[in-house]
């Protein structure tokens, strides 16, 4: 992600207005292993959602990967948690591309939130009944304002969504404690925050059953001076695509934020991300350690 400096977010919040939606707004690209080129749907075109018809495997997981502001869904952020996806299994996997609204200024980017979640919901749901693919069966992950987004999806949905996948949910003019909007524990049938710009471009309160704090969770290991937070910030999305191919990520459980802070944290050990293994036994907060580089992974 590309961020300017806070002076110049600010002043674009301040004249930024909430965009509406309209039916080019959003679309999806579709993968699989024998679809590494991606196919591009618009959920308002009939002749594209017919195809999709024919290529969508529902006997595949379906991961459905949503970016942040400023980016577009040929970005890391999906990019790189894509290829670890094939690299361990087949998928039906969605990049949630709603570039034309999160390049807009930061507040009219957050205002979108909601309705891109519903509008990515609705297609979601259709896609479930063509198929009769359960709700559960999806696992969204979304990065900042995505972590967001695929939060909305899961309101919309009722909270039908098997799993939510929260890396380092945008903080700027969003409070946790608004479940309306925050990505929240209720929007799926479990949800984990990956934590580690929070308190700068992310959010340090937790906001699923079980919250993961690398290196404590606002600064990160080999990412220099980082002013403004976008090292660190990024850094979830490389350590959550790290845990699906190689996971060495073992976390401590912590009994208050202000233990995670002092890093006095000796409960029962669980490991943080990974997508078919990923420990739904986690609840709570979670402390670890990570190398400078990558691999970041210790144990």
């Known amino acids: 992600m590309k961020y300017a400096l806070y002076f110049s977010l600010v002043s674009a919040c301040l004249v930024a207005a909430a965009q509406a939606i ?3 707004d959003v679309s999806y690209v579709f993968y699989t292993r024998e679809l590494p080129d991606g196919f591009l749907i618009k959920s308002n075109t009939d002749s594209n959602v017919n195809k999709l018809l024919r290529i969508f495997d529902p006997t595949l997981p379906t991961v459905v990967l949503i ?3 400023q980016d577009d869904y040929e970005s890391n952020s999906n990019t790189y948690v894509k290829d670890a996806i094939f690299s361990k299994t ?3 996997v969605f990049k ?4 034309p609204l999160s390049r807009l ?3 009219a980017a957050r205002d979108s939130v909601p309705p891109v979640g519903k509008e990515a919901a609705t297609f979601i749901q259709r896609l479930s009944t063509a198929f009769n693919y359960p709700l559960i069966d999806f696992t969204l992950v979304g990065f900042s304002l995505g972590a967001h987004i695929a939060g909305n999806i899961g309101k919309a949905l009722k909270g039908k969504i098997g799993l939510i996948i929260a890396l380092d949910p945008a903080g700027p003019f969003i409070s946790s404690t608004d479940s309306s909007f925050s990505v929240y524990p209720t929007d799926a049938k479990y949800v984990q925050g990956i934590h580690t710009n929070g308190g700068t471009l992310g959010m340090l309160d937790p906001v699923g059953h079980s919250d993961f704090y690398p290196n404590g969770g606002a600064r990160q290991p080999g990412c220099g001076i980082d002013l403004i937070g976008n090292c660190a910030h ?3 999305w490389q350590l959550f695509a790290e845990s699906v191919t190689d996971n060495r990520f073992v976390a401590s459980s912590c009994a208050t934020l202000e233990d995670l ?4 944290c000796p409960g029962k050990t669980k490991h943080m991300g990974g997508l078919a293994r990923l420990d739904r036994s986690a609840k709570g907060l979670y402390y670890l350690e990570t190398n400078n580089n990558s691999p ?4």
């Open 22 to 24: 309209n039916p080019d």
């Open 67 to 69: 970016h942040g502001w």
């Open 90 to 92: 087949n998928a039906n």
């Open 96 to 99: 949630v591309d709603w570039s």
């Open 105 to 107: 200024g930061y507040l």
């Open 234 to 236: 990024n850094r979830a």
């Open 261 to 264: 802070r002092a890093t006095n």
């Open 296 to 299: 970041f992974g210790r144990a």
